[in-house]
């Protein structure tokens, strides 16, 4: 489906009514333009089906009513990986001036903008906890719980977004950077999700590291 399709997308429905949430005229110029940014195709996995899937994820948690709604981490959600260049190292934050820059030009200000930002740079994952940001942390990472072939998947994505790397390299990098989201005590901060999804994403990720080494 093209995002300039709005009458039969109801993404954009979702993304105009957001954005009446806040008091503010949807921009679907705004909208499309963030669609392709997630269909560039140096894209794999960090495209809008892993934004779909995060906010089916936020969904299920207010339906569970273990979440109330929260209109600044939809937002997050929706511009957390708006800019996303395997060869940069900045991407977190061009993503959160993406957001500022929006929300200044539909006059928002204070501390829902700030929220939001310090959210999306949250998602650098840098940290074993981000105590104002669990919710997004737990969402960006409900991809590590996936079922075998949907994991997989993904594996096989992220190699795909950085096919320049030498596969030995890559390997080994990515090896050791699973291994440091397995030797967390907790990979998932909140309870919803560390309940649901714990066991199956260390049960992955050591299916993974195992295919790396060997």
């Not at 957390?80 to 061009?94: I, K, L």
């Not at 994505?157 to 790397?165: D, G, I």
């Not at 596969?167 to 967390?184: E, H, I, N, S, T």
Request: aromatic fraction near 12%.
């Amino acid at each position: 489906m093209s995002p300039s399709a709005t009458a039969e997308d109801p993404w954009a429905a979702r993304w105009q009514a957001l954005w009446l949430r806040l008091g503010c005229q949807p921009d679907l110029a705004e909208y499309q333009t963030l669609r392709q940014a997630y269909a560039e195709p140096a894209r794999h996995y960090h495209t809008f089906t892993h934004i779909a899937a995060c906010l089916s994820w936020l969904d299920r948690a207010y339906a569970d009513q273990a979440l109330p709604v929260d209109d600044g981490l939809e937002l997050a959600i929706w511009y957390h990986d708006g800019v996303y260049d395997p060869y940069r190292a900045d991407n977190e934050a061009a993503s959160a001036a993406w957001w500022r820059q929006t929300a200044a030009r539909h006059g928002l200000a204070g501390p829902l903008v700030e929220r939001v930002s310090a959210w999306i740079l949250a998602t650098q994952h840098a940290d074993q906890t981000q105590p104002d940001a669990p919710w997004l942390l737990d969402i960006d990472l409900s991809i590590l719980g996936a079922v075998p072939a949907v994991y997989q998947q993904f594996e096989q994505h992220v190699r795909a977004e950085y096919r320049w790397v030498p596969a030995f390299v890559f390997r080994c990098k990515r090896a050791a950077l699973l291994q440091q989201f397995l030797d967390r005590p907790r990979l998932y901060q909140t309870d919803y999700f560390h309940d649901r999804l714990e066991a199956a994403a260390r049960h992955n990720l050591q299916h993974a590291i195992t295919a790396l080494c060997g």
